[in-house]
């Protein structure tokens, strides 16, 4: 972790608003992974498109993460990698 303590890590990473505690069992029970692909698929409902994000690790092809919204942005996407951490 570079000698950054689990507080600084906290304070320099102003992107996931968490304490931390939160970081250190992120850290400490976190499955290492090699890659992580984030993709998303265009469903309609009612006649308007919603998109359907997933996090998926490529290696074991394990669901990590699935999310569901109205538009396609880079925000979006984030906000499945949040919930996968």
């Known amino acids: 972790m570079g000698g950054l303590s689990y507080r600084s890590m906290t304070v320099m990473s102003s992107l996931i608003p968490v304490s931390h505690v939160a970081v250190y069992y992120w850290v400490s029970n976190g499955k290492v992974r090699r890659a ?3 993709d998303e698929t265009k ?3 009612n006649g308007e498109q919603m998109l359907v994000w997933a996090a998926i ?3 074991s092809r394990e669901i990590l993460a699935v999310n569901a919204s109205w538009q396609r942005s880079i925000l979006c996407a984030e906000h499945v990698l949040e919930r996968r951490l």
Do not use: G
Request: hydrophobic fraction near 65%; avoid cysteine.
């Open 36 to 38: 992580v692909a984030v």
């Open 57 to 59: 690790d490529v290696e």
């Open 43 to 45: 469903l309609k409902v």
